[in-house]
């Protein structure tokens, strides 16, 4: 079956850094559009970004735009979240997505959801 696991996820300051990841099975995965939604409590969840099938167009939120920047190995079968210049209102856990139809602002028209990575931004 269809797997999404996300990793990188982390406590950090006001300013820092973080990379994650999300490797993907079960599909193939230069067929699918990859992306992430993040998740802050009591919010619903936000689109973040999205990358298309060869990677040759992203798409960023934003709220992110500038500061986050998404890429995908698909010889690793793995998609990228490079977060730079993290502020406490990214605070979320962050959800790796695919879909073989392309990218969406609504979470509901993605195929697959990984289980979420905690980032943790302090002040």
Request: hydrophobic content about 35%; aromatic content about 14%; charged content about 15%.
């Amino acid at each position: 079956q269809v797997q999404l696991v996300e990793s990188g996820g982390g406590l950090v300051q006001t300013g820092g850094s973080l990379r994650l990841s999300c490797a993907a099975s079960g599909l193939t995965f230069s067929n699918y559009f990859m992306g992430w939604f993040r998740q802050a409590p009591g919010t619903k969840r936000e689109f973040v970004a999205s990358i298309s099938w060869s990677g040759g167009s992203t798409y960023y939120a934003d709220s992110v735009k500038g500061r986050f920047t998404i890429s995908r190995d698909n010889a690793k079968n793995t998609v990228y979240l490079q977060l730079n210049n993290l502020k406490p209102e990214d605070t979320a856990v962050y959800y790796c997505v695919a879909d073989s139809a392309g990218s969406s602002y609504n979470p509901g028209l993605w195929d697959y959801w990984g289980q979420g990575t905690q980032v943790t931004v302090s002040s």
